[in-house]
């Protein structure tokens, strides 16, 4: 992949590279929704790895026009689903914009970017949404570091003053063809808990601590607008008319059977390894996770989300003829069901929904993104709510 670097620049002028030094120096102080694409990278603490995917504490990020991950990866501007996106996140850093310190719960969804649901309003969210069919708040804990350990969850727990409830663990196929982390490795001390004195009422203010922080991350290499925007710059010209796009193998482009075009992400087409050692290692991983939460008188829900290929893979044209995830999903479930542990596997109602959507053209997934839309969503919310609603959770108005 080319891209253009200021010293590179400023290897041929050293006038120039002077300036585009001090360019892209304050450039990293200006808002980062201005250069993002959608939400997601703007409200991200990129320099700052304590805790991998913890959001900006106390932010409101809006981006217009944004689009889905599938279409930047392959440069494919046809594909791209515009759409507006804002994400407001709370004291600690996730997705929530009411008062969390003065909220009685229901439970907590932990789980990464399908958790966040960043491309669409807080209020389509599945902790929102099972909030609304539990009338009791579920905290949103998503992000793109994946499950927090238990004892980080009953840290979140215990900082926001919960009761027991439920715990709803997101997994999506793409981690569960994975190894699980080990419950037997100590687990960091989370950004969020580490500074709670900042954020909790009453706590001490230091507002030292939060301006290094943000000074370390915003002079971080990752964070340099210049880099970005000579990406984009040459992303402009290599839009498989002017030059080959060079980008397009990133990703799969396949035909529904309805004749609109859909992206996924190459490696969820890859074969599964062992499905039978993969599920009992996470069996037992949920084994443990369970038992370490019940002593705490909380209730364990795992969700299995497909991948999006594993779902659309049988409607596109040709149908796919080998789609491993389904296997792996069911074999989890199976796995689990065994250690006594509740589980909900999407996967045939997301597959249901998806082909008798086709001929309307509703789906569960954004077609230029990984993630599922509010469709599918709704999807989740209705397989869970079962395990949300007779369940002895705290009952309090949602608004």
């Known amino acids: 992949m080319l891209r253009i670097r200021w010293w590179q620049v400023g290897a041929l002028c050293p006038g120039l590279m002077a300036l585009v030094l001090v360019c892209d120096t304050l450039g990293r102080f200006v808002a980062s929704d201005l250069i993002a694409f ?9 320099g700052l790895q304590l805790v991998p995917g913890h959001f900006k504490p106390k932010v409101e990020v809006r981006v217009h026009g944004a689009y889905g991950d599938l279409a930047n990866m392959g440069n494919m501007r046809f594909m791209r689903e515009y759409h507006d996106e804002e994400l407001r996140t709370d004291e600690l850093g996730f997705r929530n914009s009411y008062d969390i310190f003065d909220t009685q719960y229901g439970g907590v969804v932990l789980g990464d970017s399908f958790v966040v649901a960043s491309s669409l309003p807080e209020g389509e969210t599945l902790p929102i949404r099972l909030s609304q069919i539990a009338n009791a708040h579920f905290y949103n804990a998503g992000g793109s570091g ?3 350990m238990p004892d980080e969850a009953m840290t979140l727990a215990a900082t926001l003053k919960m009761q027991p409830g439920v715990v709803v663990c997101e997994l999506l196929e793409r981690f569960a063809r994975l190894s699980p982390p080990s419950g037997k490795k100590k687990t960091i001390v989370p950004f969020w808990a580490k500074y709670l004195q900042h954020a909790a009422p009453g706590g001490a203010a230091d507002p030292i601590v939060p301006w290094l922080v943000s000074a370390r991350v915003k002079l971080s290499p990752e964070n340099s607008p210049m880099t970005v925007l000579s990406e984009r710059l040459v992303k402009r010209f290599k839009n498989g008319k002017l030059q080959p796009n060079t980008y397009a193998n990133r990703v799969v482009h396949a035909t529904l059977q309805n004749g609109d075009q859909m992206l996924f992400l190459p490696e969820d087409l890859e074969p599964v390894g062992d499905v039978n050692k993969i599920s009992a290692a996470w069996a037992k991983y949920f084994e443990w996770y369970n038992n370490s939460l019940k002593q705490k008188g909380w209730k364990l829900v795992v969700c299995l989300v497909p991948n999006k290929y594993t779902v659309y893979g049988p409607i596109i044209e040709p149908p796919a003829e080998a789609l491993p995830g389904v296997a792996l999903n069911d074999r989890i479930a199976e796995q689990l069901e065994s250690a006594g542990i509740t589980v909900v596997n999407l996967t045939h109602h997301l597959r249901t ?3 008798e959507g086709l001929a309307a053209r509703k ?4 077609r230029d993104d990984t993630h599922w839309n509010a469709v599918g969503i709704d999807v989740a919310a209705e397989d869970l709510r079962k395990y949300v609603t007779n369940h002895d959770v705290p ?5």
Request: charged share 25%.
């Open 146 to 148: 994946g499950l927090l």
């Open 38 to 46: 959608r939400t997601w990278e703007a409200a991200l603490e990129q």
């Open 353 to 355: 929904q998806a082909a």
């Open 363 to 366: 789906y569960v997934y954004w």
């Open 395 to 399: 009952d309090a108005r949602v608004d």
